[in-house]
């Protein structure tokens, strides 16, 4: 068994020896926006992950680079943002676009850790399959997709999006459409009955056999929910008054905000009873709205599963925790479901970390923080060479801020989505969103802009660019001490 030494006392050497560094457990939640609880959220029932987040610091102003799974995750995984990788898309290929590259996994095993996945970390699916180079054991894989009741899935068929998700294609072998599966069922069952309460359990298990080696761990267990479709135990849906569940009033899309800027139907769309086309009605909104509250409060749960372990295996102390957002989430504001767009609710995101020694219990910062950043930040935190690639990094080191919250590093996030051959690229500061359309591959193009006042609440109502054009200007001065974009590989 490892002897191990406060966190504190490991941060103090230059160079730490193996007994003495810190072990790191990455949580990554689907999906998650900041309907939490300790985010102020008044409907969401989360009590586990109040409980995390008051061990550590909150970041309020934390944001994706990119709002949809895989390219978040790479996003995380190397340090680069999708315009500097040139990683946008669901199918992107990390080892043919860098086949050197070394991952935030990858960096600690070079410094003695051994390191392991579980569950939704790297997005497998979509012609994806994970990266088995990052991890120094098989990587423990589960489901995104999956269901228990039979009426879900048309009688026990292959649904869209459960080809989509295991590589197997919308299509069956005779090029037939699979069918839709259900956006949400509730039944009677125990949590392991899906893939988060299995990922929980071998999560646990891992970290019991990781308490017993020499050397430290570095953990990253990913998790489905509240991804659709929302399917969770029925326990988790009776938290919830259907009639006490926020419903959004702002359903339309930004006055004057470009086309290219709105999202309409898309992921939403692959499941039942969601018209295929045309607009969700406010009982089946409701309902969706219940699925993704009830989602949150099983994952929730299961979060709460291995940092009870954590505790119990007295790795406490010496465990540096992070939960992570991938991205966020639109429940129907401005007419968007899920996400794939650069407005708030899709990029803003949960960021919670937890450094025994270094961070004060029940801190939050408004430093504005993006997903590129937990890279250097962990690296600092477990006292390791910052990365440097070969991929580009991108993030900074937040370590300063972890020390003290009104420590600042930057002065705004940085993020983009494509869509259309266009390429948005977005910096979001204190009170503003700047948004500068291009065609793919001609980043001089005169831009198309949007820009956003966040005064007066987090949803969109007007696009007011050509309002304040010297606000325009003054941020577009910003975001040009960006580089230009990558070409998508």
Same mark, same amino acid.
């Given at each position: 068994?490892? $002897?191990?030494?406060?966190?504190?006392?490991?941060?103090?050497?230059?160079?730490?020896?193996?007994?003495?560094?810190?072990?790191?457990?990455?949580?990554?939640?689907?999906?998650?926006?900041?309907?939490?609880?300790?985010?102020?959220?008044?409907?969401?029932?989360?009590?586990?992950?109040?409980?995390?987040?008051?061990?550590?610091?909150?970041?309020?102003?934390?944001?994706?680079?990119?709002?949809?799974?895989?390219?978040?995750?790479?996003?995380?995984?190397?340090?680069?943002?999708?315009?500097?990788?040139?990683?946008?898309?669901?199918?992107?290929?990390?080892?043919?676009?860098?086949?050197?590259?070394?991952?935030?996994?990858?960096?600690?095993?070079?410094?003695?850790?051994?390191?392991?996945?579980?569950?939704?970390?790297?997005?497998?699916?979509?012609?994806?399959?994970?990266?088995?180079?990052?991890?120094?054991?098989?990587?423990?894989?589960?489901? $995104?997709?999956?269901?228990?009741?039979?009426?879900?899935?048309?009688?026990?068929?292959?649904?869209?999006?459960?080809?989509?998700?295991?590589?197997?294609?919308?299509? *069956?072998?005779?090029?037939?459409?699979?069918?839709?599966?259900?956006?949400?069922?509730?039944?009677?069952?125990?949590?392991?009955?899906?893939?988060?309460?299995?990922?929980?359990?071998?999560?646990?298990?891992?970290?019991?056999?990781?308490?017993?080696? *020499?050397?430290? &761990? &570095?953990?990253a267990v990913g998790f489905?929910?509240?991804?659709?479709?929302?399917?969770?135990? %029925?326990?988790?849906? *009776?938290?919830?008054?259907?009639?006490?569940?926020?419903?959004?009033?702002?359903?339309?899309?930004?006055?004057?905000?470009?086309?290219?800027?709105?999202?309409?139907?898309?992921?939403?769309?692959?499941?039942?009873?969601?018209?295929?086309?045309?607009?969700?009605?406010? %009982?089946?909104?409701?309902?969706? $709205?219940?699925?993704?509250?009830?989602?949150?409060?099983?994952? *929730?749960?299961?979060?709460?599963?291995?940092?009870?372990?954590?505790?119990?295996?007295?790795?406490?102390?010496?465990?540096?925790?992070?939960?992570?957002?991938?991205?966020?989430?639109?429940?129907?504001?401005?007419?968007?479901?899920?996400?794939?767009?650069? &407005?708030?609710?899709?990029?803003?995101?949960?960021?919670?970390?937890?450094?025994?020694?270094?961070?004060?219990?029940?801190?939050?910062?408004?430093?504005?923080?993006?997903?590129?950043?937990?890279?250097?930040?962990?690296?600092?935190?477990?006292?390791?060479?910052?990365?440097?690639?070969?991929?580009?990094?991108?993030?900074?080191?937040l370590l300063g801020t972890?020390?003290?919250?009104?420590?600042?590093?930057?002065?705004?996030?940085?993020?983009? &989505?494509?869509?259309?051959?266009?390429?948005?690229?977005?910096?979001?500061?204190?009170?503003?969103?700047?948004?500068?359309?291009?065609?793919?591959?001609?980043?001089?193009?005169?831009?198309?802009?949007?820009?956003?006042?966040?005064?007066?609440?987090?949803?969109?109502? %007007?696009?007011?660019?050509?309002?304040?054009p010297e606000i325009v200007?003054?941020?577009?001065?910003?975001?040009?001490?960006?580089?230009?974009?990558? %070409?998508?590989?």
């Open positions: 068994m490892r $002897v191990l030494v406060p966190l504190i006392a490991a941060l103090s050497h230059v160079a730490v020896p193996a007994a003495e560094k810190p072990n790191v457990l990455l949580i990554l939640v689907d999906d998650l926006k900041p309907a939490i609880g300790a985010y102020g959220d008044p409907t969401a029932i989360t009590p586990s992950l109040d409980a995390l987040t008051a061990r550590g610091m909150r970041f309020d102003a934390a944001y994706c680079n990119q709002a949809v799974c895989a390219p978040s995750r790479f996003n995380l995984m190397l340090g680069s943002r999708s315009t500097s990788s040139g990683l946008y898309s669901l199918g992107s290929n990390l080892r043919k676009a860098y086949p050197e590259a070394v991952t935030l996994p990858q960096h600690f095993a070079h410094h003695g850790y051994h390191t392991e996945s579980l569950g939704k970390v790297f997005h497998i699916g979509h012609g994806n399959h994970g990266d088995p180079q990052s991890f120094s054991s098989p990587h423990f894989k589960d489901l $995104v997709i999956e269901y228990q009741l039979p009426e879900s899935t048309g009688g026990g068929q292959l649904t869209r999006e459960e080809g989509y998700f295991t590589n197997q294609g919308q299509r *069956d072998a005779d090029g037939k459409l699979r069918p839709r599966g259900a956006a949400f069922e509730a039944p009677d069952v125990g949590d392991e009955a899906y893939a988060d309460g299995r990922v929980a359990a071998e999560a646990i298990k891992r970290l019991r056999a990781a308490s017993e080696r *020499d050397e430290p &761990f &570095f953990i489905a929910r509240p991804h659709l479709p929302f399917c969770v135990p %029925k326990k988790y849906w *009776d938290l919830y008054d259907p009639s006490r569940l926020p419903m959004v009033d702002t359903t339309t899309p930004p006055d004057g905000a470009p086309r290219c800027a709105i999202k309409v139907g898309g992921e939403i769309t692959a499941y039942e009873p969601v018209p295929p086309r045309g607009t969700i009605d406010a %009982k089946l909104a409701r309902k969706l $709205v219940h699925g993704y509250y009830a989602s949150t409060s099983y994952v *929730d749960a299961q979060i709460g599963k291995v940092i009870t372990a954590v505790d119990e295996l007295g790795l406490a102390d010496d465990t540096l925790i992070v939960l992570w957002g991938d991205h966020g989430f639109h429940l129907g504001e401005l007419g968007i479901w899920t996400k794939h767009v650069n &407005f708030e609710m899709a990029t803003r995101i949960p960021l919670i970390v937890v450094a025994p020694g270094i961070t004060r219990p029940g801190s939050h910062t408004d430093q504005p923080a993006e997903t590129v950043d937990i890279f250097p930040t962990l690296s600092a935190l477990a006292g390791l060479p910052a990365p440097t690639g070969p991929q580009p990094i991108d993030g900074t080191s972890l020390k003290d919250p009104q420590v600042r590093v930057d002065d705004h996030a940085y993020h983009c &989505f494509p869509r259309g051959g266009k390429l948005g690229r977005a910096i979001r500061t204190e009170r503003y969103r700047l948004v500068a359309w291009t065609p793919l591959g001609q980043p001089n193009a005169a831009p198309v802009y949007e820009l956003y006042d966040y005064k007066q609440g987090p949803v969109e109502t %007007k696009n007011i660019a050509s309002q304040y200007a003054s941020l577009r001065t910003i975001l040009d001490q960006h580089p230009a974009p990558a %070409k998508g590989r």
